[in-house]
């Protein structure tokens, strides 16, 4: 690297460093427009969403088979087939807490 290069890095480096001694200095001031120039610089954090709890076919299987063990076992047919499915294993994932919340009303 020449020595020139080398020498304009320098300037480079101490320009930098020049401004941020100079954000410094402002923000020790008092200088709002410093802290918001800091402020903005750092991403604001996103709130995090709960996510629902997952239900799986074991869940929904325990119901159906608690509400047949009870003697419904023509109403559990029935919601199976609301579900466009004559059997568990065909109602869709996304039917599943639907499907739990019919059944405990049995």
């Known amino acids: 690297m020449s020595k020139m290069k080398l020498l304009l890095d320098v300037v480079d480096d101490m320009r930098r460093l020049a401004d941020s001694l100079q954000t410094v200095a402002d923000s020790l001031v008092g200088n709002t427009d410093a802290d ?3 402020d903005s610089q750092q991403p604001t954090p996103q ?4 996510k629902a709890p997952v239900i799986t076919i074991d ?3 325990a119901v159906l088979a608690e509400k047949s063990g009870q003697g419904k076992t023509k109403e559990v047919k029935a919601l199976l ?3 466009d499915a004559g059997k568990l294993s065909g109602v869709k994932a996304e039917d599943y807490p639907a499907l739990i919340e019919e059944a405990q009303k049995l």
């Open 36 to 38: 918001d120039k800091l």
């Open 47 to 50: 709130p995090k969403k709960p």
């Open 59 to 61: 869940q929904v299987r």
């Open 81 to 83: 087939y609301k579900y």
